[in-house]
């Protein structure tokens, strides 16, 4: 199981902004993956192996963590990162997702 | 750049079976080495993991959902299909096809189709 928190996080422009995935179990860092979604789209792929930036993604955005615990920080926030983000681990039998964080600017 | 689309009806009867497809386009789907998957979200569940087939055709599905789901490739059509047998109306959903890279064990999706609707309701 992946807990995302805080459910909602209401933040300024320029602002930055830490979320957090913790897992049930411990966690091998190369399975932790961080989507972004917008309303009406799917979700777009943020960050893969906990930390690493997938192609196009502004350096914002940075993912860090092992174990349990895993975060994404969104720094100098723009108004186009009003969205919901979810965490996904490979749990061998079944891919999970994290419930999401909504982010609103 | 891959481009994925789900097709199929946006409405089913309960205890009926759900058929979608999703037509890749900018790359051959037999080709390379990904997890071609099915995840579909709903305001209540969020986003949840259905199934995969891997490029060599093997399968893997939730094992919550496994009895009821058959996932398919036809690569003479670049296309793969999901069927849900038996829906009720907690399998009413957004419904995405994406496409899984692997990455040291695991996999994560780079690319996702825009998603389809479907109802099941009488």
């Known amino acids: 199981v992946l807990t995302q928190s805080p459910g909602t996080l209401s933040l300024p422009p320029g602002a930055t902004v830490t979320l957090s995935c913790r897992a049930s179990q411990s966690v091998y860092s190369s399975d932790l993956v961080w989507y972004q979604q917008k309303p009406g789209q799917a979700p777009r792929l943020l960050i893969y192996s906990a930390s690493n930036r997938a192609a196009g993604i502004p350096d914002r955005f940075s993912g860090s963590g092992s174990g349990t615990d895993f975060t994404l920080t969104i720094s100098r926030l723009e108004p186009g990162d009003c969205a919901i983000y979810y965490c996904q681990q490979d749990a061998g039998s079944s891919i999970v997702f994290g419930g999401g964080t909504k982010v609103e600017i | 750049q891959v481009q994925l689309q789900e097709s199929g009806p946006g409405l089913v009867k309960p205890s009926q079976t759900l058929s979608l497809t999703c037509t890749v386009s900018g790359d051959s789907i037999s080709s390379g080495s990904f997890y071609w998957s099915w995840i579909r979200q709903t305001a209540g569940r969020g986003l949840e993991w259905i199934g995969r087939?891997?490029?060599?055709?093997?399968?893997k599905s939730n094992p919550s959902l496994m009895s009821r789901v058959t996932i398919s490739l036809d690569t003479s059509m670049n296309q793969f299909s999901l069927q849900l047998a038996s829906v009720t109306a907690a399998d009413t959903a957004f419904y995405y096809c994406?496409?899984?890279?692997?990455?040291?064990?695991?996999?994560?999706?780079?690319?996702w189709g825009q998603g389809t609707l479907v109802t099941v309701s009488p």
């Open positions: 087939i891997y490029t060599s055709g093997s399968i």
């Open positions: 994406a496409r899984g890279t692997p990455h040291y064990g695991s996999y994560y999706y780079e690319s």
